[in-house]
Each structure stands twice: as structure tokens, then as C-alpha cells.
């Protein structure tokens, strides 16, 4: 064998390892591409399904509602939120507790989706502390600024799913 087709041999096997190097790196692509896509399709359903969920049941209409009544000293209950069943986060955040070890496939988003779940979870345990009748014992001031703090938390919490379920709605497309 002379140098010319040992150079040619040489040739083939770097441009065979060149070509098999892109096709799987583009194969790699397409599949964390089409796991992002998932992952986001189900989280954006996931968030928008929880945020009419609490449209329907009237919790924060109620909760407002409730407001002015303690804000003018009458010392009404914490209860009726939509939360007297003792729901864990894996019963009603089934998709993101699943989806957790796969939230760095979204980039920069993950952390919008982390503040979401965090500050649901937070809404929940308030409304599960409230329904047990934990706070009975503080005044109807008391109340009414405990109510006012989760609105608050609320209203970040609900314009964050509607921007956030969009955004994830985009990338699964």
C-alpha cells in the first residue's frame, strides 16, 4: 500500500466521523427540541387548568368579597376558599412534580415556572391553614391583612400563569 491511500483512508474515516459527528448531534437536537416542546405543552395545560379551576370555584371572588366585611371589624371565619379537602401538591400539581428533574430543558423559563408553582403552593398552604381554622384566633384586622397579603400574592401568582402558560403554549408549537 503507498502513502496516497493511506492518506485517502485517512481521509475517509475523518470525514465519516465528521458526517456521523453532525448527524447525531442534529439527531440529540431534535430530541431535546421535542422534549422541551413536552414538557412545555404540559405544564402550559397544567397552569392554565389550575387557574380556571379557581375561576369556577369563585376562591378569590369570595375571598374579596369577604374583605370589606372584616376591614369594617366583623369577625367572620377564614373558610370556604375551595380548600376544606386537604389536597397535597402531587394531587394538584401532578404535571410539574413529574416534569421537575426536566425544567432545565426550558432555559431561562424554568425559573418563571418554579415562581409560579412556589407562589401557588404558598396560596394553597394559607388557604389549607385557614380552612383548618388556624387563624380564628386573630381579630377581624388581622384577618383582613391576611387576606389583603395573599390577594397580593394572588394577583402576581395569576398575572404570572396567564404570561407564563402563553410563553409555554409558544414553545411546545
Known amino acids: 500500500m503507498d502513502w496516497t491511500s ?31 416542546a413536552s414538557v412545555a405543552a404540559a405544564l ?17 371572588q369570595s375571598a374579596r368579597a369577604l374583605l370589606p366585611r372584616l376591614r369594617d371589624g366583623e369577625n367572620l371565619p377564614l373558610r370556604g376558599f375551595g380548600v376544606e379537602r386537604d389536597e397535597e401538591a402531587a394531587a394538584m400539581f401532578p404535571a410539574y412534580l413529574a416534569l421537575l428533574p426536566q425544567l432545565g430543558l426550558l432555559g431561562n423559563t424554568a425559573s418563571d415556572v418554579t415562581k409560579f408553582y412556589s407562589l401557588a403552593m404558598a396560596v394553597r398552604s394559607t388557604a389549607r391553614t ?30 404570572l400563569g396567564c404570561s407564563l402558560a402563553e410563553k409555554l403554549r409558544l414553545m411546545s408549537a
Do not use: C, P
Open 6 to 36: 493511506g492518506i485517502f483512508a485517512l481521509v475517509g474515516v475523518i470525514v465519516g466521523g465528521g458526517v456521523n459527528f453532525a448527524t447525531q448531534t442534529e439527531i440529540d437536537r431534535r430530541k431535546r427540541n421535542a422534549n422541551r
Open 44 to 60: 402550559s395545560a397544567e397552569i392554565k387548568a389550575y387557574l380556571d379551576i379557581v375561576e369556577r370555584r369563585r376562591n378569590v
Open 130 to 159: 385557614a380552612a383548618r381554622g388556624e387563624y380564628e384566633h386573630l381579630d377581624s384586622r388581622a384577618k383582613a391583612r391576611l387576606l389583603e397579603d395573599e390577594l397580593i400574592v394572588w394577583d402576581e401568582l395569576s398575572a
